[in-house]
């Protein structure tokens, strides 16, 4: 587990990694948990599995009390995503919002309250958290057929799920960003070969994010991405040969 992490702060809008699991408790993959705050309230991003819950609450509490937490968005309904939904809906009386797709699929996780759920059209969405207007940014099939980006404008930092995850059996967090991406490319390369739907998916998400100023590209499981090597990924996706592309159909 590291330490929670300020990526940005000025005039009281914090963006926080608040947590990036050990790589041991799955496999490998790291999960990283985000907490977008304005004028005290709070955006909480992919809590997590009920087992890395504990470490969430008490770096949340850091820098607001649960009952300020006044939403909760789900890029996808994995379970590493939503395993704790129940304990923080408990906690809390935030809004939860996640594709609309998933809905008929998240009382299967043994939520009852589904009254605190939006669904977000296939188009996406606005958020808003007091001042800033937080964009739910579609990245279907990416892996997920109904996976949401969140893009924090004050910040430029854009929240990609899936997108740029990696696998680590030996990580080192004290430095969170990626440092050489030819190097780091070998870490993520199988998981978005295999999990990614599509070249023509990843081609339909860059042309949304190429409308949005972005600084840093925050996955949901390790290492965050800036400056060369953010242009690096990008660039990477661009041509990358992924899912239904690899099938030997004749």
Not at 12 to 21: C, E
Not at 23 to 38: H, V
Not at 144 to 166: E, M, R
Request: glycine share 8%; aromatic share 10%.
């Amino acid at each position: 587990m590291t330490n929670d992490k300020v990526l940005y702060s000025k005039d009281n809008h914090l963006f926080v990694l608040l947590n990036i699991s050990e790589p041991g408790e799955e496999n490998g993959i790291p999960s990283n948990q985000y907490l977008i705050i304005n004028k005290g309230k709070g955006i909480l991003l992919d809590p997590g599995g009920f087992g890395v819950m504990p470490q969430v609450l008490h770096h949340l509490m850091k820098y607001i009390a649960p009952e300020d937490v006044v939403g909760i968005v789900l890029s996808h309904q994995d379970p590493d995503i939503v395993g704790g939904l129940s304990s923080w809906m408990e906690m809390t009386e935030a809004k939860i919002y996640v594709s609309k797709i998933w809905l008929r699929f998240l009382p299967h996780y043994g939520i009852k309250n589904m009254q605190r759920f939006i669904g977000i059209d296939d188009q996406g969405s606005d958020l808003e958290l007091n001042d800033v207007v937080l964009k739910l940014l579609p990245a279907h099939f990416l892996h997920s057929p109904g996976q949401l980006n969140v893009y924090d404008p004050l910040s430029k930092i854009l929240f990609t799920g899936d997108i740029g995850a990696a696998e680590y059996q030996d990580a080192d967090f004290s430095d969170i960003f990626v440092k050489d991406f030819p190097v780091h490319r070998s870490r993520i390369e199988y998981f978005h070969r295999r999990y990614m739907s599509s070249n023509r998916a990843i081609k339909y998400w860059l042309k949304i994010i190429s409308g949005f100023d972005i600084d840093i590209i925050a996955p949901q499981h390790g290492y965050l991405y800036k400056g060369e090597a953010q242009s690096g990924l990008l660039s990477w996706l661009d041509t990358l040969e992924c899912g239904s592309d690899l099938l030997d159909i004749k």
